[in-house]
């Protein structure tokens, strides 16, 4: 959600077949729901319409997305405050399931010992992905949550947290917190 450089591409080359008929916001949304199809999520039918402000709201949109070192209930609160409630951001945090994590952004659970919420063998894992407690940030080092089945939108995300094998810290709080823990069930029921 932080690299919309892609949009101003899409929106140019559909000004040129079809002149103030998209909008970004639709191609933001359009292309969600394409890319959700694509890791193997469902088909879900979409209105379009929507209209660009003519204003810029990034800054808000950075207060709103959490980071990668953000506790539960800090995630919790970002997205309670537009709306989302726990099964929501529980369901949203599943997108873990998918793409990778450079290792900047691991570090901290790493080093200098891993964290112990961790399971050790995840631990070593990620130390032989992550090889340096300061990695080089223009370096594509990175670790997978899901190294099954990396690029489809699965449940392995949530039996991974049930093994001690969450990714980030808020992942990991995720499956040991009791309030999201009954989310997170490995049979997949509530």
Known sequence: MRNFKYVGTIKEALESECPS?????DIVALSARDGFVLLGG????MKTGRKDSKESYVAEVDEVIPNHNDTMSSVLSRFQSIGI??????ALLGAHSVGRVHCINLVNRLYPIADPTLDPNYAQYLKGRCPSPEPNPKAVEYARNDRDTPMVLDNRYYKGLLSNKGLLLVDQQLASDPNYHSFCREDGRR
């Open 21 to 25: 008929t998209v909008s970004c916001a």
């Open 42 to 45: 469902p088909q879900i039918e």
């Open 85 to 90: 409630d726990v099964e929501g951001t529980v």
